[in-house]
């Protein structure tokens, strides 16, 4: 696979084959480790109607009145605990896998743009989608970092280039990657990680898989995320050989009052420590790059409330990131979606090995 050296595509405006991009959506990340740059972030993401459903008014009384006075301040000393030299993790981990896709694809004779944007923050869709347009982009992929559909995160992407268009008079051709939770070079890169990670640093009694959660409320008006983190779950311990009482399934990043996805994460990790487990592996498959998700809450407070309550030895096995399994599924599930759209020159197309 080519290494990662910044290049991710361009278009030639007078070539009609280059114009085709792929946007590579991720949810967002404060763009520094301060209460000043995480207030914005957390208004744009706590204010979007799909990831708090409840009256408008309601919550944008408590939004503003209580959250944002408070939580600015204590989320950014935990962005800090996980700040990176070149920035959030989250970008850059996106970043760096935008450009290894569009390196991929190159290879394989695609001549199309890819670029990394944002739900929230910067860089935003809607810029994205400008320079695109800019660049003479006719059709564009929209490719999202969810592996499992939710319309938190899912259809509010699909919100935010739909918001972009209507401000447009030329609209490019848009297509929607909405699920690949079951796709098997997906599941396939999962499992080799979690495989190295076991050959480096041996393997515990049990896999724990935390996903992020939703509120249940969700899933009775007809998300299907649940079932397809649990169909995720069970498609990866079918191919790493565990039984049923080789792994469980909980649901990390509660929120608020109401009900959410259970069991919980963190409370899970206590009982395990208590019951006498001591060495537990944590993998959080519903998160291609690590975050403060991962990388804080469950590396750090995970890690805390398991040896707190009596395990001896927690195990983080970090997200897909840049690993090269990992960026041939992207860009398998990329190349089906391109399908039919004119990526290649028919010289190229006819010189690639079948």
Aim: proline fraction near 6%.
């Amino acid at each position: 696979m080519p290494q990662d050296n910044g290049n991710r595509g361009s278009i030639d405006p007078g070539r009609a084959i280059e114009r085709t991009a792929i946007l590579w959506c991720n949810l967002g990340s404060p763009d520094a480790p301060t209460a000043a740059a995480v207030r914005p972030y957390l208004a744009e993401f706590l204010g979007d109607p799909r990831v708090v459903e409840i009256p408008r008014l309601i919550w944008a009384l408590i939004l503003h009145g209580i959250i944002l006075r408070v939580r600015p301040a204590k989320s950014a000393a935990k962005y800090a605990s996980i700040w990176m030299a070149e920035g959030s993790p989250l970008k850059v981990w996106t970043r760096k896998q935008a450009s290894l896709l569009a390196d991929w694809l190159g290879e394989r004779g695609h001549r199309v743009a890819v670029h990394d944007a944002m739900r929230y923050a910067s860089p935003s869709i809607a810029s994205r989608l400008d320079a695109l347009q800019a660049e003479g982009a006719t059709r564009v992929l929209v490719l999202q970092a969810y592996p499992q559909y939710s319309a938190t995160t899912t259809a509010s992407v699909i919100d935010a280039v739909n918001d972009w268009s209507r401000r447009q008079r030329r609209i490019p051709e848009f297509r929607f990657v909405n699920q690949y939770h079951d796709d098997p070079a997906y599941i396939e890169a999962l499992a080799l990680g979690i495989e190295a990670h076991w050959e480096r640093e041996g393997r515990g009694e049990l896999l724990l898989m935390s996903f992020h959660g939703i509120p249940v409320r969700n899933i009775a008006l007809g998300d299907p995320y649940q079932a397809q983190c649990l169909e995720t779950a069970r498609l990866l311990a079918a191919r790493l050989g565990l039984a049923d009482t080789g792994y469980r399934v909980t649901f990390q990043s509660r929120f608020g009052r109401a009900k959410w996805l259970e069991p919980y994460t963190e409370p899970t990790l206590r009982e395990l420590g208590a019951s006498g487990v001591k060495r537990i592996d944590v993998v959080c498959p519903g998160f291609p790059a690590d975050c403060l998700e991962t990388l804080e809450e469950i590396a750090m407070e995970g890690r805390e409330a398991f040896l707190h309550a009596g395990g001896t030895t927690f195990s983080y096995i970090p997200c897909l990131n840049d690993s090269p399994a990992w960026i041939t599924a992207l860009a398998g599930i990329a190349e089906r979606n391109l399908a039919g759209w004119p990526t290649r020159s028919a010289t190229t197309a006819q010189n690639l090995p079948r």
